[in-house]
């Protein structure tokens, strides 16, 4: 059992509908897109009478459906988007080749300029360099000889700072010898208090170690004694220190007077006077004195110390006179050489600063033998291409030129093309020659843009597949590879 499906014909304004409703995403102008709807029109129905002519001429049956029209137009509307796109490529290819070109001729003479302005400017920076490179030889030569001369000077002051450092290490170690002694017995003043000093000024009939001590305090101090009578009844007078004693121990700034001695003058009546007669005495030692008085120790300590201060400061006292005679004269090196180390600052800045200049310079320099060379590689280039491609301007330009024609006749060339696909297959070479002869005419009517001569295998062949196919076999005739596309 078998049904037949039977296909009413669509009314005219139903296939105009249906064109006007695929076509609307086209880019295309109005008239254009409406001579379009009518030439879609036009194909079914103009292939519907011929369909019937085909039959009674050659007994063949050719149906025109809905699907042939449906298949006209999107045919249409795919291959018109490709074909736009294949062509606008390779139309932007061509025009993109021209723009470098002229790009290039331009840059030509743009690089000429260039190259010319450069080389005078390079030519002035090597002279300038070459100039400072003689002027930093010249001042490099009287850097090093004020070098030498600071280096002299340095040798100068380093021995006389040498010397200052030896007098100086002397007299510190001949101090070291009374120093300890001396600090001792500042020690053991700082631990006599006021009612120690009380105890030993009150004392009516001190014991003899007592009066030995602050007699020799009162020597050390420039007090005179008191003249008395010989308490044994000799009838001579004695001296008597006891009395100025008791008043130098009333003193409320005794010890203070003590510390604050001055000890590198002390006097030398006073001093030759302790030594004959207080610190070779028996009884004039601290460790016997202490039995008797604390206070006394301390003061008897404080005594000896100061004289063994005296004793050797006599010693460094002529060591002190070199060392402030050495310290000056190291002063006055060092100013020397401090003003000649200052000449030489100011010479090396200078020279300093000529060479970064110098070093600013070459690299300017350098920068423009880059730029000089990178500008004669580009127009060697520039000139290459130009002269190599000058040839292909013409062509380039022709070519662009026909490519944006083609851009325009597309939409026709692939409206007749796809109703070719859609509706004349079945067709022979007569039928169809005929039929796209008059749709051309019909489109230069409608004003529908087309090329002057129509080809199908020029619009929707691709010549190298076209080439494959008549290798393997196919006729070369238009009809053959109209049928193969």
């Not at 030129?401 to 022979?428: C, R």
């Amino acid at each position: 059992c078998c049904t037949i499906d039977w296909f009413m014909p669509w009314p005219e304004d139903a296939l105009e509908l249906v064109a006007n409703r695929f076509l609307d995403s086209l880019d295309m102008e109005d008239g254009v897109k409406s001579a379009t709807v009518y030439m879609c029109k036009y194909f079914h129905e103009s292939v519907r009478t011929m369909s019937e002519r085909f039959h009674s001429t050659l007994k063949r049956f050719n149906y025109v459906t809905p699907t042939s029209y449906l298949e006209l137009i999107l045919t249409f509307k795919k291959l018109l988007t490709q074909k736009r796109e294949e062509i606008s490529k390779m139309k932007f290819r061509y025009e993109n080749g021209l723009e470098q070109l002229a790009f290039a001729s331009s840059q030509v003479s743009v690089m000429q300029t260039e190259l010319e302005a450069l080389k005078p400017e390079l030519e002035q920076t090597s002279l300038e360099t070459d100039k400072m490179m003689v002027k930093i030889e010249h001042d490099t030569v009287e850097v090093d000889a004020k070098k030498e001369v600071v280096a002299a000077d340095e040798a100068v002051a380093n021995e006389a700072a040498t010397a200052a450092a030896a007098i100086k290490e002397e007299c510190e170690a001949d101090l070291a010898v009374a120093m300890p002694a001396l600090n001792a017995a500042l020690a053991a003043l700082d631990t006599l208090k006021p009612s120690d000093i009380t105890i030993v000024k009150s004392m009516k009939n001190p014991p003899d170690a007592v009066k030995l001590v602050m007699e020799a305090v009162c020597v050390m101090r420039g007090i005179k004694a008191e003249r008395k009578p010989d308490p044994s009844g000799s009838g001579k007078m004695i001296e008597d220190y006891w009395g100025p004693s008791q008043k130098l121990l009333g003193d409320m700034k005794f010890l203070e007077a003590l510390k604050t001695y001055d000890k590198d003058n002390i006097p030398a009546p006073a001093i030759k006077k302790i030594r004959e007669k207080f610190v070779e005495h028996p009884l004039f030692k601290p460790e016997l004195i202490k039995n008797v008085s604390s206070a006394c120790e301390g003061l008897c300590k404080w005594v000896l110390a100061m004289e063994i201060y005296e004793r050797v400061a006599k010693v460094v006292a002529p060591k002190k006179i070199a060392l402030a005679a050495a310290e000056a004269e190291l002063e006055t090196q060092m100013g020397k050489l401090n003003a000649k180390r200052a000449e030489l600052k100011t010479i090396v800045d200078k020279l300093q600063s000529l060479q970064d200049q110098f070093d600013e310079m070459t690299r300017k320099k350098q920068d423009l033998e880059f730029n000089i060379d990178l500008c004669a590689k580009k127009l060697d280039r520039a000139e290459k291409l130009i002269s190599g491609l000058g040839g292909e301007k013409d062509r380039w330009t022709a070519q662009a030129q026909m490519l944006g024609e083609k851009y325009t006749n597309i939409t026709g060339d692939v409206l007749v093309s796809s109703a070719i696909v859609a509706y004349l297959g079945a067709f022979t070479v007569d039928f169809r020659n005929e039929a796209t002869a008059e749709w051309m005419t019909l489109c230069r009517e409608k004003e529908i843009p087309c090329s002057t001569v129509f080809s199908m295998s020029g619009t929707l062949g691709e010549p190298v597949k076209i080439r494959d196919w008549n290798i393997a076999g196919l006729p070369v005739d238009s009809f053959s590879v109209d049928n193969g596309i």
